[in-house]
């Protein structure tokens, strides 16, 4: 059977469901190629290591790290994207662009994920950035640490700034159309964050970020336009949770049962 190849990408809430249909698609075993970008860049390590079993240890990872817990979980002001647009209009005023520091992250990644290179990972993935300043796609290559490729692939605002690596600023490709820019040899996108629907903004700082989101989702639109997309029918502010996991699995078996004789 010849590999599947996944797109996925998501900034933050899409950590569940992408995680979902993978899973899926690994339980039926089922080969797959994974082009990441943004927080889908977790993925590899944990499917290099953990194979059907990577989801629950991401997750304990994840819980276990002071700055990505506040990502995620716990700090209040990331629990609505609006949330996140007034505390960055806060934090411009004060000369400040970012919640976090990338070298607290980058201790918390190397005391994990240590010198690995992403070659030692396997061959069934890519992940995918952005150069802000050329204006360009940059893949990560075996060579290079994934550490590097995990920085990279949480920079973006108001989290944490760009990543400033070998004289580039690198942000998730995700920041500019939730999904990895390069899927023309794709089959599936795997997206949450695809099929948000924001409420009307009420100040200058929801209009920015409504504004942002908008260019987001309709780059998504017209680039995934002839590809099959795997996002939930209908989603909510609580998709970091079981539910969202769960619901991904059956959607994937859909299509492997519409596309593929397992």
Avoid at 164 to 193: F, G, V
Wanted: aromatic content about 14%.
């Amino acid at each position: 059977m010849n590999r599947i190849k996944i797109a996925a990408g998501d900034i933050k809430y899409g950590i569940y469901w992408n995680s979902g249909i993978i899973s899926q698609f690994l339980h039926q075993n089922v080969p797959v190629f994974l082009r990441v970008t943004g927080v889908s860049a977790l993925l590899p390590f944990f499917i290099s290591k953990y194979r059907k079993n990577f989801f629950g240890k991401m997750i304990e990872f994840i819980q276990n790290s002071k700055v990505l817990n506040r990502y995620f979980f716990k700090d209040k002001i990331y629990e609505k994207l609006y949330n996140q647009a007034i505390a960055l209009w806060k934090l411009n005023k004060r000369k400040q662009f970012e919640f976090e520091s990338h070298k607290e992250l980058e201790k918390e990644l190397k005391s994990y994920f240590g010198n690995t290179k992403i070659g030692e990972l396997g061959d069934f993935f890519q992940i995918e950035s952005y150069n802000i300043e050329k204006k360009e796609i940059y893949n990560f290559n075996l060579d290079e640490l994934y550490v590097d490729a995990l920085l990279a692939s949480f920079s973006t605002p108001p989290f944490l700034k760009y990543y400033e690596y070998n004289k580039q600023k690198l942000i998730p490709s995700s920041e500019i159309s939730l999904c990895p820019l390069n899927i023309s040899d794709i089959d599936i996108i795997t997206s949450l964050e695809c099929s948000m629907v924001l409420p009307n903004p009420k100040n200058g700082a929801e209009i920015l970020l409504y504004s942002f989101f908008l260019r987001k989702k309709k780059l998504f639109d017209i680039i995934t336009k002839e590809k099959d997309i795997l996002t939930p029918l209908k989603i909510s502010f609580h998709s970091l949770s079981g539910a969202a996991y769960n619901n991904a699995k059956k959607i994937a078996q859909t299509w492997i049962n519409k596309n593929l004789e397992v």
